[in-house]
């Protein structure tokens, strides 16, 4: 059994800064990729940012230069921080991950895990 755990989400001002982190538990061999995703109602999920086990990362361009995606392989966990938020930032973040479990006899490659999401409102 594989989780994703998220937090750090609230409400905050216009201007202000969140921090979001999501940790990945469970039958876990490696983690190829992870990200934030975000959704409002009546609107798809978009991304936000990705960063691979390299480390390397792509940003939403609406989010480049406010928000750092950053990710500590030894703990399983993706970090977002949001910096100079705004309210059209207003959303539920989710996180995604696109990993390989650990079975008794195989490893499976396992796309598109998705966690519970964390509400982010920014208040103008």
């Known amino acids: 059994q594989v989780q994703l755990v998220e937090s750090g989400g609230g409400l905050v001002q216009a201007g202000g800064s969140l921090r979001l982190s999501c940790a990945a538990s469970?039958?876990?061999?490696?983690?190829?990729?992870m990200g934030w995703y975000r959704q409002v109602p009546g609107k798809q999920r978009e991304l936000v940012a990705v960063i691979t086990s390299s480390g390397s990362t792509n940003y939403a361009d609406s989010v480049k230069g406010r928000f750092t995606i950053s990710r500590d392989n030894v703990k399983n966990t993706v970090y977002l921080q949001m910096n100079s938020l705004k309210p059209e930032d207003t959303a539920v973040y989710y996180c995604?991950?696109?990993?390989?479990?650990?079975?008794?006899?195989?490893?499976?490659?396992?796309?598109?895990?998705w966690g519970q999401g964390t509400q982010v409102t920014v208040s103008s």
């Open positions: 469970g039958s876990i061999f490696s983690i190829n990729a």
């Open positions: 995604n991950a696109d990993f390989v479990r650990s079975d008794t006899y195989f490893r499976v490659r396992v796309r598109d895990f």
